[in-house]
């Protein structure tokens, strides 16, 4: 025995024999991409996204992702006036919702991206955005674009944390 384990054709033929023994039993083997990161990515009602090209919601440890979510993003034919105070209500309603499901709070929100297709909005933006922050707001860029998906007025983006319950 100890002469066939000496060999490179023993040792070979040894090793040979355990590795379809760890693929069947699973050892070692995570169960999902997703799984071996700790990376969940999952859609707007909290369960697992498919392969789509957008993930809206990403949770990885205590942190939560939010992708860009415009006025259409979760109502693509909505019908509504083309406004900024409406666009924006439309997009903040969007991110509690993937921030809530994600396990996170308005306040655990700890940085927001907004595209403005017009600079001009910044004041109604603001406007709409304080009635979903009365404690503060996070950190925050705003910026001016050129055009945003969906003719939407406005897009958010955000980093939140997961709350702690307790």
């Keep these: 025995m100890l002469s066939l384990l000496t060999s490179r054709r023993g040792f070979a033929t040894k090793l040979a024999a ?3 023994g760890l693929a069947v039993s ?3 083997v995570p169960a999902s991409p997703q ?6 990515k999952l859609n707007y009602e909290g369960k697992p996204a498919g392969t789509g090209f957008i993930t809206p919601l990403v949770l990885h440890n205590d942190t939560i992702y939010i992708a860009g979510q415009g006025a259409h993003s979760h109502d693509p034919e909505g ?14 309603d969007n991110v509690k919702t993937l921030v809530e499901t994600g396990g996170g709070t308005m306040d655990s929100i700890l940085q927001l991206t907004v595209y403005l297709t017009k600079i001009d909005d910044y004041d109604g933006m603001n406007k709409v955005f304080k009635t979903y922050f009365p404690n503060g707001g996070p950190a ?13 007025l406005v897009e958010i983006n955000c980093i939140a944390a997961v709350a702690r319950k307790g």
Excluded at 80 to 90: A, C, G, L, R, V
Excluded at 140 to 152: D, E, M
Aim: aromatic share 2%; no cysteine.
């Design 35 to 40: 799984a071996a990161t700790g990376v969940k």
């Design 79 to 92: 019908q509504f006036p083309m406004d900024i105070e409406t666009h924006t209500k439309k997009v903040m």
């Design 26 to 28: 699973g050892a070692g």
């Design 18 to 20: 355990l590795i379809p």
């Design 140 to 152: 925050r860029t705003t910026v001016a674009v050129a055009a945003l998906p969906g003719n939407s």
